[in-house]
């Protein structure tokens, strides 16, 4: 006889962390070397830093990158 399993759900506390900003990262990455990639990342490292900075419950804590 198999042991019947029990799911125990953990609902979220509203309003708990409702005041504190969300620390977060991006990751951007290209394939090559080439001038093009070259500008993607550019291009992809300034959209996460100003999508970021509009948002009023974010804070960028560091950009990963490969290359």
Excluded at 8 to 13: L, N, Y
Excluded at 24 to 44: E, G, K, L, M, P
């Amino acid at each position: 006889m198999e042991a019947k399993k029990e799911v125990q759900i953990i609902r979220p506390t509203k309003g708990l962390f409702a005041d504190k900003l969300k620390r977060v990262a991006a990751y951007c990455r290209v394939s090559t070397d080439s001038s093009d990639q070259v500008n993607s990342f550019i291009a992809q490292v300034k959209y996460y830093t100003d999508f970021i900075k509009q948002s009023s419950d974010m804070t960028l804590v560091d950009i990963y990158a490969e290359m």
